[in-house]
Each structure stands twice: as structure tokens, then as C-alpha cells.
DNA sequence: TCCTAATTGTTTAGATGTGAACTGTTTGAA
DNA sequence: TTCAAACAGTTCACATCTAAACAATTAGGA
């Protein structure tokens, strides 16, 4: 089914390289409202889920905000306010850089680990069933289109280059 | 360029259907964050621009809230603040269904259309330059993939099928 | 006719996104 | 050494999105 036909619009998109723009766009925001809704349902969210996550995986290292904000692509004003949530949540901890005061460092606490280990393999799952049933070579095939897409926007939408991290 | 590359992150995404996931989500995060700046150079966002052209494309006949909302994928909540703004700033304006009083009907203004005959040049042409350079074969192979994606989204995700334009 | 259910829109509270201004800190060049 | 620039984080004002509760209205069945 087109896109405009499950939108119930009323003519078909002109082009098709707007159609697959607009297509981008709807299945983020679709899957992101799922990942919402799942967890959601634990109190969290994903952005905060998100935050977690890269935690996990720097093998108890400490990230400063500055650095979550460039590998989750949030700007440093968000991620103010989402470490300030989870601190009050208990599932990470800031303190102050020894060698940079400027620096926050935030660290996951035992709490945050034990959330993280609980939503991971539902999330996981959720991953698997939202891109079954399509080929390997389908998957090869839609990075690269999405990645050559980043690039254009790098090149010809943003001259200077986003800094900040967003 | 891989997506783990891109961001900095520590080590690659395990499987190459979360690596798909994540690069669906980042690159519709990024067209439409390049799409907001366009749009906020003209005191306009994004999600107004949408529900102007919309008006535009339903040949002056007015649309309800709930319609745009269908078409939009944005909840009535929203819908309510959205219209209140562009009524703000007399883009468009509301009048009560002459059958349902229920209903509010949005028409766009003179204003309006101008402000969207002056807009969507240039929006088409930012399509145009982020989709370039990506064969026919590729989009509709992309078109195909996402759409998988989000029946995927509505048959193992959602059980009941979400309601309420969301 | 009457009564329940569905629909439309508004409002609220909270989280996230936008940009911009601001403080404090560090760095690097004159 | 000193001073300007860069950087990290916070705060502000605003728009959007989340869900949920609510009022008003309409539709449909008993």
C-alpha cells in the first residue's frame, strides 16, 4: 500500500523521491512512538533509555553530558534536562570531572544497570519483529540508500556543519 | 560511512537490523530537524507548513481538525495548539461545521497561501538535493523496505491498531 | 423517545525538541 | 602573563508530542 493511501490523503505524492522522503520521516516517527509506548510502560523513556544504554556499553566508564549528546544526536540543553530526570529516578549519578571542572560525568548506578538489564531483551525483541520478514540484502541496500541521504544533507542542506551535537 | 562510525559510538550495532532501525530513525530525525530550520527561517514550523499544504492540496475546500490529524499523523491535542498559532498569526481560520457543531472547520487564508506559495519552492528543492543521486530502482526498493517496516510495526506491535490519528 | 457509545475538540501535566543567552572553566596565542 | 576564544553545562521561552480526563455533541439501538 502507498503511503498516501494509508494516509488517506486525498491525491498521491507528485514524486517519488518525496514519497520515500516522506516515508523516511513517517517510519521514524512511527517506530519511535513504539519505542515510546514501550517504556513508557517502565516509568522511562526512550530517550532516557537511550542514555542508559550508551552507559552500559562504555563498560562502566563515565560519558560526560557533552559526549551522550553527540552519540545520541541531543543537543546539550535536552540532555541537561534527561540526566536531571534519571538522577532524580536514581539511575544515574553526576559528579564533577577531577581534571575539567566544566565536566560532568555521569555514571549509571546499580539501580540504573538493573533497569537496563530488565528492558534490553524486550526492546530487542521488539527490533527483531519490526524488521522481519525482510532480506539481508534488503537491509544492505536500505543503509546505504539512508546513509547516501545523511550525506546529501550533510553536503548540500548544511554548508557549515551542524556543531553541538544535534 | 557505518552509523557507529558516524555517530562515535564505541563499537558497531550488533545486528544489521537494529543498525537498519537506528539509521531509519536518525536519518528521519535529521530531514526533519533540517526541515524545521527551513521552515523557522520563514517563522513557520515544520508541522504548521504541513497542515497548510494540506489545505492547499484539498482545493479551498476547509478540513477538519480531525481530518488533518488523520492525514498528519499528529493527535487531536496537538492539532488544537498547532491551529491555534497558525490562527495567531492569521494563516488560517476556524468556523464551526453549518451540520456538527462538533466540528471545527480550518480554511487557510489569502495569508496563508502565501505564505505556502512562497515556502514549498524551496522545500522541493531541499527534496530534491537530499534525495539525489539515489537511482529509481533504489527508492522504490527504499519504499518497499519501509513500508514492510511499519505493517510489520502495525500487525506485531500494535495489537488493536492504533486510534485516535496517532 | 431515551440512553449509551462514539466522536470532536479542549485542557492539563510532563518529557522532549528548537534556539539563544548566560555562567564558569579551560586553552591558546599574543 | 593576559586576554580572547572555545567549551560544558544551565536556564529561558516556545513548539511539539505523550497520555488522560473532560465537555459538548451526535449517532444508533432498544
Redo the contacts between chains.
Sequence with gaps: ???AE??????PVE???????L????????????AFRYFQGHSLTDAQFNVLVQLK??DGKALSQAELG????VNKADMTGIVDRLERTGLVERSVHPKDRRVNLVRMTAEGEKVVSVLEPGY?K?????????S?S??????R??????S??KE???PDGGRDG?
Design positions: 500500500m502507498g503511503l494509508e494516509l488517506g490523503l486525498e491525491r514524486t517519488i523521491e518525496h514519497e520515500s522522503l516515508n523516511i520521516v513517517y517510519t521514524g516517527t512511527m517506530i519511535a512512538r513504539a556499553y562504555s553527540r552519540r545520541l544526536v530487542l521488539g527490533v527483531g519483529l519490526l524488521m522481519s520478514g525482510i539481508r534488503d537491509l544492505v541496500r536500505l543503509n540508500t539512508l546513509e547516501k541521504v545523511r546529501n544533507a548540500k542542506l548544511i544535534r
